[in-house]
C-alpha cells in the first residue's frame, strides 16, 4: 500500500527559510509525480509545485506563480523523498501543508488542478509569525 507522509512543518519567524520533506513509499513504476500543496482554513487547497521524476531522474519541475521565486522543489530518489524549500516565509504562508504523488503517469503542468493525485499525506502546519 502506498504510504505518503510530510514533515517538517513548525512555527517560525517571518523571513527565515524551512523546508518540508515528503516520503512517499513508491511501488515499482518508472515514472512519477510529486507534488506540493496547501490550505488556508476555509478555503480550497492549491497546488504549489510539482516533480516529475522518470527512473530516478528529475525530467521536470512546475510551480505555481505566487511562489515560483521563493519556493524549491527537489528529490532524493535514494531516499524516495521530495523537498520543498520555502525561502523568505511570510505570515501569509501560515497554512497546512501537503504532499501528493501518482505513479506511473504524467505530471500535469496545469498548477491550477488539485485533481490527479491519488495519494495524500495528513498535512504538516507551518506557522509564520511576523
Known amino acids: 500500500q502506498v504510504q505518503v507522509a ?7 519567524q517571518a523571513g ?17 509525480c510529486v507534488g506540493w500543496f496547501r490550505q488556508f482554513p ?5 497546488a504549489l509545485a510539482r516533480i516529475f521524476v522518470r527512473a530516478g531522474v ?6 505555481a506563480d505566487s511562489v ?5 522543489i527537489s528529490q532524493d530518489d535514494a531516499e524516495k523523498t521530495v523537498y520543498l524549500l520555502m525561502d523568505t516565509l511570510k505570515p501569509e504562508d501560515t497554512a497546512t501543508y501537503y504532499c501528493a504523488a501518482t505513479f506511473g503517469g504524467g505530471c500535469n503542468p496545469d498548477m491550477s488542478k ?6 495524500w499525506g495528513q498535512g504538516t502546519q507551518v506557522t509564520v509569525s511576523s
Not at 476555509?42 to 492549491?46: A, L, N
Request: some cysteine.
Open 6 to 12: 510530510e514533515s517538517g512543518g513548525g512555527s517560525v
Open 16 to 32: 527565515v527559510s524551512l523546508r518540508l520533506s515528503c516520503a512517499a513509499s513508491v511501488p515499482p513504476a518508472s515514472s512519477r
Open 42 to 46: 476555509g478555503k480550497e487547497r492549491e
Open 58 to 63: 528529475p525530467i521536470h519541475t512546475y510551480y
Open 68 to 72: 515560483n521565486d521563493r519556493f524549491t
Open 114 to 119: 488539485t485533481t490527479g493525485f491519488p495519494y
